[in-house]
């Protein structure tokens, strides 16, 4: 009975430090740094865990680059007022992300401006690793 209550809490142990490692909230991210994209949608996926954002954009030198972004899961998008349809290939906007520590070309969505002028946040200031200001 011992072994088999060690043998389960060790288990348990395990599970719960994967999806501790799993869930990294924003801490890949330099949430101290915002970036300004103009781009042109080439997917918007609404899934678990998180959704995703592909962004083309074409800078002022050089060819097109493709930016992934990561933004939250559909849950709290769709308290949002966000749905699968609210970003379609093919659209012009703006998005603000802060960048991923260490890479090109990737990060996480804080918000995105579309071309008549209005604005989605995914993130406001002062929340989900958001400062309340940027420096």
Same mark, same amino acid.
């Given at each position: 009975?011992? $072994?088999?209550?060690? $043998? ?11 999806? $501790? ?11 101290? *740094?915002?970036?300004?994209?103009? #781009?042109?949608?080439? =997917? ?10 592909? !962004?083309?954009?074409?800078?002022? *030198? ?18 949002? #007022? ?7 290939? #093919?659209?012009?906007?703006?998005? !603000? ?7 090109? &070309?990737? #990060?996480? !969505?804080?918000?995105?401006? &579309?071309?008549?002028? =209005?604005?989605? +946040?995914? &993130? ?9 200001? +940027?420096?």
């Amino acid at each position: 009975m011992k $072994l088999r209550m060690a $043998l389960l809490a060790g288990a348990s142990i395990v599970v719960c430090a994967a999806l $501790l490692l799993a869930h990294h909230g924003t801490s890949e991210y330099d949430m101290n *740094k915002e970036v300004s994209l103009s #781009g042109t949608v080439k =997917e918007w996926t609404f899934m678990n865990p998180h959704s995703w954002l592909t !962004l083309t954009v074409t800078p002022e *030198k050089g060819g097109p680059e493709e930016w992934s972004i990561e933004s939250a899961p559909p849950s709290y998008l769709t308290s949002q #007022g966000w749905t699968v349809s609210t970003l379609k290939a #093919g659209e012009k906007l703006s998005a !603000l992300v802060s960048p991923k520590k260490g890479e090109v &070309r990737k #990060g996480i !969505l804080l918000e995105v401006k &579309r071309t008549s002028g =209005e604005t989605l +946040i995914v &993130r406001p200031r002062g929340a989900f690793g958001r400062p309340a200001k +940027i420096d």
